[in-house]
């Protein structure tokens, strides 16, 4: 398949891969997350830190946010990795370079890659294409969420079993999907083996947002419909926590945006901090 022939990943996730690089290139160390494998795949060209959505100062709070969600993503795979868990799914995948970045832990997990099937050839042509070479305990899962509502069969397909407990992980995906599709999500995850873990993020109201940060999420909001992918769903903490027991999670949890601040950019002499809008859910089986 010619390269020209396959669909390039949506904007938002080149964006998120060149926010991670930017914060190698433009923040001081230390680095919440060290990631320009994104960028090589992305491969933007030369003039790509020119662009108007990746000014240093008027997008730091976006950056850091998303490389805080990535970190807080890493160590908890890491810790559940120690407890023996060895299943991985990446539900959006987008340009996730964990399997590239951490070989030593993951190649003790089976991992799945669940994107866009055009994403998807698109990404697997690019890392055939750097040199990376696709293991076997990476699968790359071809999954349209919003036209095939049975995408856990695919991952099973691919060979997840849904016996065994397993990492699942959604970051910067909620706010694209319908609310029914992401509460159907839900009720497929919780139906994993108990001990299973969720991991997901989702977007604040306007108004649940710092009157600072306001701004920017507006501004964020109309880029996303400018390049075709609008935001259409906000969740309170509240609301989200009850689709999480609605969907028959055995415990939920509402991690707030501000303490990820706390955890990895307390110490921080530069002012570099996340931006609020963005929360988690940690659910279990």
Same mark, same amino acid.
């Given at each position: 398949?010619?390269?020209? #022939?396959?669909?390039?990943p949506?904007?938002?996730a080149?964006?998120?891969?060149? $926010?991670?690089?930017?914060?190698?290139q433009?923040?001081?160390?230390?680095?919440?997350? #060290?990631?320009?494998?994104?960028? #090589?795949?992305?491969?933007?060209?030369?003039?790509?830190?020119?662009?108007?959505?990746?000014?240093?100062q008027?997008?730091?709070?976006? =950056? *850091?946010?998303?490389? *805080? =969600? &990535?970190?807080?993503i890493?160590?908890?795979?890491?810790?559940?990795?120690? =407890?023996?868990?060895?299943?991985?799914?990446?539900?959006?995948a987008?340009?996730?370079?964990?399997?590239?970045?951490?070989?030593?832990?993951?190649?003790?997990?089976?991992?799945f890659?669940?994107?866009?099937?055009?994403?998807? *050839? $698109?990404?697997?042509?690019?890392l055939v294409?750097?040199?990376?070479?696709i293991?076997? $305990?990476?699968?790359?899962?071809?999954?349209?969420?919003?036209?095939?509502?049975?995408?856990?069969?695919h991952?099973?397909?691919?060979?997840?079993d849904?016996?065994?407990p397993?990492?699942?992980?959604?970051?910067?995906?909620?706010?694209?999907l319908?609310?029914?599709?992401?509460?159907?999500?839900?009720?497929?995850?919780?139906?994993?083996?108990?001990?299973?873990?969720?991991?997901?993020?989702?977007?604040?109201p306007?108004?649940?947002?710092d009157?600072?940060? =306001?701004?920017?999420?507006?501004?964020?909001?109309?880029?996303?419909?400018?390049?075709?992918?609008?935001?259409?769903?906000f969740?309170?903490? #509240?609301e989200?926590?009850?689709? *999480?027991?609605?969907?028959?999670f055995?415990?939920?949890?509402?991690?707030?945006?501000?303490?990820?601040a706390?955890r990895?950019? &307390?110490?921080?002499?530069d002012?570099?901090?996340p931006?609020?809008?963005?929360?988690l859910?940690?659910?279990?089986?």
């Amino acid at each position: 398949m010619a390269y020209e #022939q396959i669909q390039a990943p949506d904007n938002t996730a080149v964006r998120t891969a060149l $926010w991670r690089a930017m914060h190698l290139q433009v923040d001081p160390p230390p680095h919440v997350v #060290q990631d320009e494998i994104g960028l #090589q795949l992305a491969a933007p060209g030369g003039d790509w830190r020119d662009r108007p959505d990746m000014d240093p100062q008027a997008t730091s709070g976006f =950056r *850091a946010a998303v490389v *805080a =969600r &990535a970190r807080f993503i890493e160590d908890l795979i890491a810790e559940q990795a120690v =407890r023996g868990v060895t299943q991985y799914v990446i539900l959006g995948a987008g340009l996730d370079t964990f399997a590239q970045r951490k070989p030593e832990v993951a190649s003790r997990l089976r991992i799945f890659e669940v994107d866009q099937p055009g994403t998807q *050839a $698109w990404k697997r042509h690019r890392l055939v294409e750097l040199g990376y070479r696709i293991p076997d $305990w990476l699968r790359l899962v071809p999954v349209d969420f919003e036209a095939d509502a049975s995408w856990s069969e695919h991952l099973s397909t691919a060979g997840f079993d849904p016996g065994r407990p397993a990492v699942i992980v959604s970051t910067g995906v909620t706010m694209y999907l319908t609310k029914d599709t992401t509460a159907a999500t839900l009720h497929q995850i919780a139906g994993f083996a108990p001990g299973s873990t969720l991991a997901m993020t989702f977007l604040l109201p306007p108004e649940l947002v710092d009157d600072a940060d =306001r701004r920017g999420l507006r501004a964020s909001e109309e880029g996303a419909r400018a390049s075709g992918t609008p935001f259409i769903s906000f969740y309170t903490p #509240q609301e989200m926590l009850a689709l *999480a027991r609605e969907a028959g999670f055995k415990d939920a949890r509402h991690i707030p945006g501000t303490s990820l601040a706390e955890r990895y950019f &307390a110490d921080r002499t530069d002012g570099l901090r996340p931006s609020t809008g963005e929360n988690l859910l940690l659910a279990t089986t």
